[in-house]
């Protein structure tokens, strides 16, 4: 079973930076693909990043591209979610999620019900 542990969150001001890390101690970790998913207060849940297995394929959601970058290491086991230009309605809970993906499969999935293993989830919040 994979284990997932999001790091990395805190209190910001805007326009500061922050790295979020997702991290699996367990699992074929380089066999899953992974989302970044963000839930504000009184929000559903949104995709915000995904990444493929192999890494080659990425993508955002409209509001976060330019300052959003999502990369993997499989040394460590981890990905990570580099948020730059942060802005207050960044605001939100962001949980990372692992779903397996065949080699050919170069798709990222945007539905939350598409993840197989969840984290717990790390507190973001930006003060304006």
């Known amino acids: 079973q994979v284990q997932l542990a999001e790091s990395g969150g805190g209190l910001v001001q805007a326009g500061a930076s922050l790295r979020l890390s997702c991290a699996s101690s367990?699992?074929?970790?380089?066999?899953?693909?992974i989302g970044w998913f963000r839930q504000a207060p009184g929000k559903e849940r949104e995709f915000v990043s995904g990444?493929?297995?192999?890494?080659?394929?990425?993508r955002y959601i409209d509001s976060v591209k330019g300052r959003f970058t999502i990369t993997r290491d499989y040394a460590k086991n981890a990905v990570y979610l580099q948020m730059n230009s942060l802005k207050p309605e960044d605001t939100a809970i962001y949980s990372c999620?692992?779903?397996?993906?065949?080699?050919?499969?170069?798709?990222?999935?945007?539905?939350?019900?598409?993840?197989?293993?969840w984290g717990q989830g790390t507190q973001v919040t930006v003060s304006s």
């Open positions: 999620a692992a779903r397996r993906q065949i080699l050919t499969d170069q798709s990222i999935r945007d539905t939350a019900g598409e993840y197989d293993y």
């Open positions: 367990r699992g074929a970790f380089s066999s899953w693909a």
């Open positions: 990444i493929t297995r192999n890494g080659r394929t990425t």
